[in-house]
């Protein structure tokens, strides 16, 4: 019976060091703040040039600025004007080649410069950035940018990101509202949701303030390797939800070393035990 107890003990044990170790690989850190953007756009990844450029595609790094002046060399640009707001949208565009999806007509919306009961842009942000109006005010309405295709020809500009998944994206959330969230999904899955309300208080900042830091935020998010999200959904049910400088990051998802020798640490733990028990 001492016996059985120390191994069912012993496998309690390596149970729960297991769940933890799966808990932490499966879970998305966030966290705030990025550089000042040299391209008089307010705050941007610093994963990417302060100008929001990049040095090459093979780094992996991805940014949409709403700008034309910054699509990336080497990908195919949309050069997408058709979400522009009529004379406040010189030199606007969405530049990345993926699917824009809004839930309805004028939900989504790129332009520059701010306009009273319409629109705020981020702190510092004299260039393009986009927004989300909802259909009908206090009903949520939402826009989906969707990066299968992205994923999938991807490998055919850059062959060392072939496979890729997203493990980071970054965005500049300005002027933050309790009523904006963003979601990420893999396909139809809900993976992570970061909603305003969130972020106002843990940062301590005010809803709709266009100035201070702690409402307008560089916000980072590391995905997983057990996370693996192709779509991010900007939902708002007020005016408005305004956004810049998204950046992504790609990886191939090898699994870390760490997390391997952790648990080979523990399958050496169990046998030498067995061993021990046996005697």
């Not at 979400?83 to 565009?93: H, L, R």
């Amino acid at each position: 019976m001492t016996r059985l107890f120390k191994k069912a003990k012993f496998l309690s044990a390596a149970a729960l060091v297991a769940l933890t170790a799966s808990q932490q690989i499966s879970a998305a850190t966030i966290t705030f703040g990025g550089q000042a953007a040299t391209d008089d756009s307010g705050k941007t990844s610093v994963n990417v040039n302060s100008n929001n450029t990049i040095n090459t595609i093979s780094d992996g790094f991805f940014v949409e600025t709403f700008d034309v002046a910054t699509a990336i060399p080497g990908l195919p640009s949309a050069n997408d004007t058709s979400y522009n707001v009529t004379d406040k949208s010189t030199g606007c565009a969405i530049n990345s080649p993926l699917l824009v999806q809004p839930s309805a007509t004028n939900v989504l919306n790129v332009r520059s410069g701010s306009e009273r009961n319409v629109a705020a842009a981020p702190a510092g942000n004299d260039t393009c950035y986009a927004y989300t109006t909802p259909d009908t005010v206090d009903t949520p309405s939402f826009v989906d940018i969707d990066y299968t295709d992205f994923l999938t020809n991807i490998g055919s500009i850059e062959a060392s990101l072939a496979g890729s998944s997203i493990d980071y994206l970054g965005f500049y959330w300005g002027s933050i509202d309790t009523y904006n969230t963003f979601e990420f999904y893999s396909d139809n899955t809900l993976v992570k949701s970061i909603a305003g309300e969130e972020i106002l208080n843990l940062l301590g900042g005010v809803e709709g303030d266009k100035e201070s830091d702690k409402s307008n935020v560089y916000v980072n998010i590391d995905f997983t390797i057990d996370e693996a999200f192709n779509r991010l959904r900007v939902v708002s049910s007020g005016i408005a939800g305004e956004f810049d400088n998204i950046v992504v990051g790609l990886t191939k998802r090898d699994v870390p070393a760490p997390t391997g020798l952790a648990f080979l640490g523990l399958g050496l733990m169990g046998l030498a035990l067995r061993k021990k028990l046996q005697k």
